[in-house]
């Protein structure tokens, strides 16, 4: 398989075409990122990081019956994936209260939330997603009914077993993102599943919340990355 042109160039990753029409070519990259109006620092070895983060952690939903578009993974911070028709919804799963979610509701960061909250947002050319719900999807033709119904099942379960990927790590998954796609007709879980998409906060011996142990803003960036890399790949 041979990589051929640059289909995209995103703030984080960079997506080729492959000599096989089915197949592409992720490639991460030491960038920065917006998430949730949070800026995260560009750090030194992050696209290793996130190619090894997404590429595991997609192939383990694939071990939970998740279908996903990894294939595998490839040298230099790359991995292999399905080619895609994303739908142009961007999907935030909330476990606690933290970010715009603050903002827009007034709640005291940290609380965690009673039930997980799944936010649609409508993906365009701009920085500034806009938040819709699923009416706002069919009515668009973003995505049918019974695809929503597959989308927010999918989400559920995909949550519940990350939550307790990071709980075994002492960490909690505050809320990520998630895209899907189609392939041949299929829902699959595509984009990235990354330190670029999670929120995820220190759960200490007493079991409260850190958030700032793993912050990659400011001067907390290397620190913080270097944290969360031990944490995450020094347990099995």
């Not at 070519?25 to 800026?39: L, N, P, Q, R």
């Not at 895609?84 to 007034?106: H, S, V, Y």
Request: glycine share 6%; proline share 3%; charged share 30%.
């Amino acid at each position: 398989m041979k990589k051929k042109s640059l289909l995209e160039d995103g703030p984080t990753k960079k997506i080729f075409e492959t000599d096989d029409p089915d197949l592409q070519i992720v490639e991460f990259k030491d960038a920065e990122a917006i998430y949730d109006d949070e800026h995260i620092n560009a750090v030194k070895g992050k696209a290793d990081v996130n190619s090894q983060l997404s590429s595991q952690l997609l192939e383990y939903l694939q071990g939970f019956h998740v279908p996903t578009y990894f294939v595998r993974t490839e040298p230099k911070h790359s991995m292999v994936v399905r080619t895609l028709d994303i739908i142009p919804i961007q999907l935030m799963m909330r476990n606690c209260a933290a970010g715009t979610l603050c903002k827009r509701f007034g709640l005291n960061e940290g609380k965690v939330l009673d039930i997980p909250i799944l936010e649609y947002y409508l993906k365009n050319n701009t920085d500034e997603y806009q938040l819709i719900n699923s009416s706002h999807a069919v009515s668009f033709s973003l995505a049918t009914a019974d695809e929503l119904r597959t989308i927010d099942r999918l989400a559920s379960k995909i949550n519940a077993v990350l939550k307790s990927f990071f709980e075994r790590r002492d960490i909690k998954l505050v809320d990520f993102k998630l895209e899907f796609g189609r392939h041949k007709g299929k829902l699959m879980v595509g984009g990235e599943i990354s330190l670029d998409t999670f929120r995820l906060w220190d759960i200490s011996d007493e079991g409260y919340f850190d958030k700032k142990k793993f912050s990659l803003a400011g001067d907390r960036a290397e620190p913080g990355f270097e944290e969360i890399k031990n944490r995450l790949f020094s347990t099995d």
